[in-house]
T-cell receptor, first 115, second 112 residues
Framework: EAQVTQNPRYLITVTGKKLTVTCSQNMNHEYMSWYRQDPGLGLRQIYYSMNVEVTDKGDVPEGYKVSRKEKRNFPLILESPSPNQTSLYFC??????????????FGSGTQLSVL | GQQLNQSPQSMFIQEGEDVSMNCTSSSIFNTWLWYKQDPGEGPVLLIALYKAGELTSNGRLTAQFGITRKDSFLNISASIPSDVGIYFCAGLRGGSNYKLTFGKGTLLTVNP
């Protein structure tokens, strides 16, 4: 089954404790992206990657890092989490070509709480 | 980064009623997309629009790409309880085929 898998689904942590949210896709997609969803703000892009070793900032990259060492994986790293990073995070992937939006597959989300 | 202006923020309707929501922007978009997010899940694509003036249907859903390329609307006819969720519009600008801008979402509640 074609899917985007995020882990963990829920995470509670404390300020300053480094964490990684993993994302993996099994569709051989070139494009991968991270979004955060906050009440009243919708979905905002954090980082995206066009292909292996190619990443770029989205609209809200501060406080986050990503890496794309393999095509299927795109982990989101919070080196020193802060309470304002409490949010629902989504990973998404797509084949590039006519446009990524048409075939953008989302994971089920990771609810992060930073105390 | 710019976000799209999506309205209304929320809607409470009775089963069987029709629903309309829209997105506007000060910028031109080459592609408009409508997604639905069920509770506890990621968004799923409903309809994609590629040309100004285009009107596309998907079952009870109909969406249109505005003539000015700065707006789009989504209609749901004869709503049913499973239509409950958050609906997002999203746009792709020309020259940046990989940066998707989302609206803030419309929360739809359908009373049986």
């Amino acid at each position: 089954e074609a899917q985007v898998t995020q882990n963990p689904r829920y995470l509670i942590t404390v300020t300053g404790k480094k964490l990684t949210v993993t994302c993996s896709q099994n569709m051989n997609h070139e494009y991968m992206s991270w979004y955060r969803q906050d009440p009243g703000l919708g979905l905002r892009q954090i980082y995206y990657s066009m292909n292996v070793e190619v990443t770029d900032k989205g609209d809200v990259p501060e406080g986050y890092k990503v890496s794309r060492k393999e095509k299927r994986n795109f982990p989101l790293i919070l080196e020193s989490p802060s309470p304002n990073q409490t949010s629902l995070y989504f990973c998404a992937s797509s084949a590039t070509g006519t446009g990524v939006g048409e075939k953008l597959f989302f994971g089920s989300g990771t609810q992060l709480s930073v105390l | 980064g710019q976000q799209l202006n999506q309205s209304p923020q929320s809607m409470f309707i009775q089963e069987g009623e029709d629903v309309s929501m829209n997105c506007t922007s000060s910028s031109i978009f080459n592609t408009w997309l409508w997604y639905k997010q069920d509770p506890g899940e990621g968004p799923v694509l409903l309809i994609a629009l590629y040309k100004a003036g285009e009107l596309t249907s998907n079952g009870r859903l109909t969406a249109q790409f505005g003539i000015t390329r700065k707006d789009s609307f989504l209609n749901i006819s004869a709503s049913i309880p499973s239509d409950v969720g958050i609906y997002f519009c999203a746009g792709l600008r020309g020259g940046s085929n990989y940066k998707l801008t989302f609206g803030k979402g419309t929360l739809l509640t359908v009373n049986p």
